[in-house]
């Protein structure tokens, strides 16, 4: 018996400008060099709620958008509610259900336009995570093989 544990690639959804440097992925976000003051949380999922909390609490003001009404619709509800509630103490907002339409990335900010919350503006030191899922790595696209 073997196991393939290929991984996966964050996926990147076409309204997020990811040529632009203030735009983050779950493998970019672990080269970030300086912190900015806000940052704008593309997914609530279980990478999107821990990056969300992490952020919270180096003292960076998070919005989380969400495209469900509740974080992790897989797990109890009980202990979402719970998970929501820290969250929330940690200042995170959260828009939920809410989708983004548009990104504006200019010099200084991002200007955000959602579905639900008409605009976000984030001046000044500004980050874009996305967290709205992983892809399943090819193994043909990586190199890797198996003889049958």
Do not use: W
């Not at 003292?59 to 989380?64: K, P, S, T, W, Y």
């Not at 109890?76 to 339409?101: F, S």
């Amino acid at each position: 018996m073997f196991l393939i544990a290929t991984g996966s690639d964050p996926f990147h959804p076409p309204v997020l400008p990811f040529d632009d440097p203030r735009i983050y992925d779950s493998d970019t976000i672990l080269d970030i060099h300086d912190l900015p003051r806000t940052m704008l949380i593309a997914g609530g999922g279980v990478i999107g709620c821990e990056y969300a909390c992490m952020f919270a609490a180096l003292g960076i003001d998070v919005h989380l958008v969400e495209g469900r009404d509740r974080l992790l619709t897989f797990m109890d509800t009980e202990l979402i509610g719970t998970l929501t509630r820290c969250m929330g103490a940690m200042d995170v907002e959260m828009h939920m259900p809410d989708v983004i339409e548009e990104v504006d990335a200019g010099a200084d900010r991002f200007i955000h336009t959602c579905y639900n919350y008409p605009t976000l503006t984030e001046i000044y030191k500004y980050a874009t995570y996305d967290a709205l899922g992983q892809r399943a790595r090819r193994l043909a696209s990586r190199g890797a093989g198996a003889a049958t």
